[in-house]
């Protein structure tokens, strides 16, 4: 019982030894190859660095650009931020989506806009968005 099972994790002990120095190994020569690889290309003829372009950095401090098309939160020129509806204008949207749905609710579209809502409010909330659309909370929300 015991000695078999102090048997395999030294057996186990010994196979992962084995192959971190094989994979020691393999990294030592590739990276041999690599610097053996770059000296050749390299030449003698040209400067190392010649290929690489150089970077100009644009750099302000303590000024903040927001209005930079770069920048990473604010919007470019003439870029509104959207804002988030309130729980009002939520609120009228699913009762006029209720009342568009009861109103077709007989026909054949009208299965069809059913069938297309739930898949669509499906559809975000796997994206992970939120659905403001239970009347019920919408209404005790205010």
Same mark, same amino acid.
């Given at each position: 019982? %015991? ?8 057996? #186990? ?9 094989? &994979? *020691? %190994? ?10 053996? &690889? /770059? ?21 302000? #401090? /303590?000024?903040?650009? #927001? ?34 749905? &009861? ?14 809502? *739930? @898949? ?5 909330? *796997?994206?992970?968005?939120?659905? #403001? ?6 209404? %005790?929300? @205010?």
């Amino acid at each position: 019982g %015991r000695s078999k099972a102090l048997a395999k994790a030294r057996a #186990f002990q010994k196979e992962a030894r084995a192959k971190s120095k094989l &994979e *020691a %190994r393999a990294a030592a020569a590739y990276e041999k190859q690599r610097r053996s &690889e /770059g000296k050749s290309e390299a030449g003698k003829d040209r400067p190392a660095k010649e290929g690489r372009p150089k970077k100009e950095a644009e750099l302000a #401090f /303590g000024r903040v650009d #927001f209005k930079a098309p770069g920048a990473a939160h604010g919007g470019g020129e003439g870029e509104a931020r959207e804002r988030k509806e309130t729980r009002k204008d939520l609120l009228t949207k699913a009762l006029a989506k209720k009342r568009k749905l &009861e109103a077709m609710a007989g026909q054949v579209e009208g299965v069809v806009a059913r069938h297309s809502d *739930a @898949m669509e409010t499906a559809l975000k909330r *796997a994206k992970g968005e939120k659905v #403001f659309d239970d009347l019920k909370k919408l209404k %005790r929300s @205010m």
